[in-house]
Every structure is written in C-alpha cells, then in structure tokens.
C-alpha cells in the first residue's frame, strides 16, 4: 500500500492550442488529463513516494485512457473503479498568454460523481502516513459527499494524518452556503487545512492571513493552518501560536495558473514524507508552485528530487 492516498475525479481536458482565443472560437486541441487531487498524486510520485488515488471512470475511451495515463505516472490505479452507466469527466481549456483560462466543465453525471460509499470499505489504509483531501470531490454530487465523508471518517478513525485543500468550485456545488458550510466543516477533521486568502473571504469573510488561520484552528483536530497568499508565499500559524510567513519566489513570466495550487499542496506533503519542518515543507510548496505557473499544462512543473534541489541552487536556498 502507498504512503499517500487521495481521493478525486480525473479530467479529461481538451487543452486549445490556439493562443487566446475563446474557447468558442479555438478549432485545434490537444487532449490531456488533469484534476486536482490527481495532480497532487502525480506530484507526489513524481519527487518519490508512492501514492494511491481513488475514483471513478467509465469503461468508454475517456475512461480508459485516463486509466492508463494515471498508471503510466506511477500513480496507484488499484481503487479506480469502473462504470458501463457514466461517463468520464471532461473539460475545454482555454490557452492564455497571461493569467487564468477560462473553462468549460462536462462533469453532471459522470462516473466519479456515482462512486458510492462501499467501495471504500475495500481500501487498505494500513501504510497511509498522509491523506489529502480537497473541497472538490465532494462538491460534484450527493453521492460524492457521501463517499468522501465514509472515507474521512475512515481516516479519522484510523489517526490517520489528514491535509485538506478547500479548492473551491462554486459552479459545482448546490448553493454557495452550502459549500461555505461544509467546506468548513470537512476542514475541521483535517490536521493541516491549506486555504488560500481569496478562499477565505468567502469561506470565513476575510483575507487577512492570520485571521483566517486563527478561524481554522478552532477545529478540533487542525494542529497548523498555511494560508497561500500569492506570489508573496505562505503565512503558518500553528496551535503553540508559532506564526511565520515563508517568502515566495519570484517568476519572471506566469504562462498558466493551474496546477500551482496543488503544486504547493504536494510540495508540503511531501516534505512532511520526509519529516522535514512544516518551514521548510512551505517553502518546498513554494517552489513547487513557482516551477508549475512557468509550464502551460496542469502538472507538466512538477519536478524530481534532482530538479527541485537545482531549483534551489539557483534561488540560492536550502530546504
């Protein structure tokens, strides 16, 4: 079994090749997989710890393919299971010079959003030392919510160490209370929370770093918060009252947003991995985060161990 288990549904994306066009007017694409949670996994893997992901797909060709994909990154496929009802989830993206693309979600319905609660039961968490788990899954269906919370309180019941991504997917959820609400109440059972400071303006009404780690360690279990706050870096505040805020790294051209938030997801897990300090841990998230944000595709940054210590030499920083 995999040092880290996650739980996700992965896209299928038709990335656009032509540069800044809307996504009505682009004709070329390239198809690729992406999705939050699978990021992580394939970052995870990729700097060397084994990792298991859990989902969904059909047995269509969208399914086929992204089991093959995730397998092919060294990523567990063990507790991806397969639907002849549903559909994989699938999504345009638009290509950009600067800034966020735009995208078009093909999601209702899919198979992950019917991955039930009993296939949980299934799973071995016996060498699970980190579980991430991200405010998107649940977000997709009834079901899902259902099936992320058996696996929560799975992890919980085992002492599991949990980390927890808000992610937050408006268009994906019933109602914007309803995502406030049970984002922040998932958060609570994880024992690092990761928002970031736009987040929490909708999560808890403010985007002062150290007022939104002050709301997230009021959760029982939640032992430390990091707060990303942008190019500027991340902002820890722990239970003992440690406060610190870990600088960023400069880029000098952002090519695509996406994926740098679960860059710096994997960059914190994976440096605990390695019982390094939650400092270092952050700054490693940093810098996982700064390689992604120069690639155009959702995970294409993420380095190797040799490629993030010569990233580090050349910013003139030790780990």
């Known amino acids: 079994m995999s040092e880290v288990i996650t739980i996700g549904e992965p896209i299928i994306t038709f990335a656009s090749k032509d540069m800044d066009q809307s996504l009505s007017e682009s004709v070329n694409y390239l198809k690729i997989l992406g999705g939050a949670e699978l990021n992580v996994a394939i970052g995870v893997k990729r700097l060397g710890h084994d990792v298991e992901y859990v989902s969904r797909v059909g047995t269509e060709p969208f399914g086929q393919y992204a089991k093959s994909v ?185 090519v695509d947003t996406v994926g740098a938030g679960d860059g710096f997801a994997l960059g914190v897990i994976t440096a605990l991995l390695e019982n390094k300090s939650m400092e270092s841990a952050v700054l490693r998230g940093n810098a996982v985060g700064a390689l992604q944000v120069q690639t155009p595709g959702d995970n294409d940054g993420y380095p190797t161990p040799e490629e993030l210590q010569e990233f580090y030499k050349k910013e003139g920083v030790q780990e």
């Open 70 to 254: 995730i397998s092919g990154h060294g990523v567990g496929i063990d507790y991806i299971s397969e639907s002849e009802n549903h559909w994989t989830g699938h999504q345009l993206k638009q290509l950009v010079s600067t800034g966020d693309p735009e995208t078009f979600n093909y999601r209702k319905g899919s198979a992950a959003a019917h991955l039930t609660s009993d296939r949980i039961d299934a799973i071995n968490l016996d060498d699970v030392k980190i579980a991430h788990m991200s405010g998107i899954f649940p977000a997709i269906s009834d079901i899902a919510e259902k099936t992320f919370r058996t696996l929560l309180t799975r992890l919980v019941d085992n002492k599991k160490f949990i980390t927890f991504d808000p992610n937050l997917r408006p268009t994906l959820w019933k109602s914007k209370d309803y995502m406030v609400s049970t984002v922040n109440e998932l958060a609570s059972y994880a024992d690092v929370v990761l928002p970031g400071v736009e987040e929490g303006k909708i999560l808890m009404g403010s985007n002062d770093p150290e007022a939104i780690a002050d709301f997230y360690l009021k959760g029982e279990r939640t032992k430390t918060v990091i707060v990303k706050i942008g190019a500027s870096g991340a902002f820890i505040k722990n239970k003992d009252g440690i406060t610190k805020t870990i600088k960023g790294f400069k880029v000098d051209k952002v």
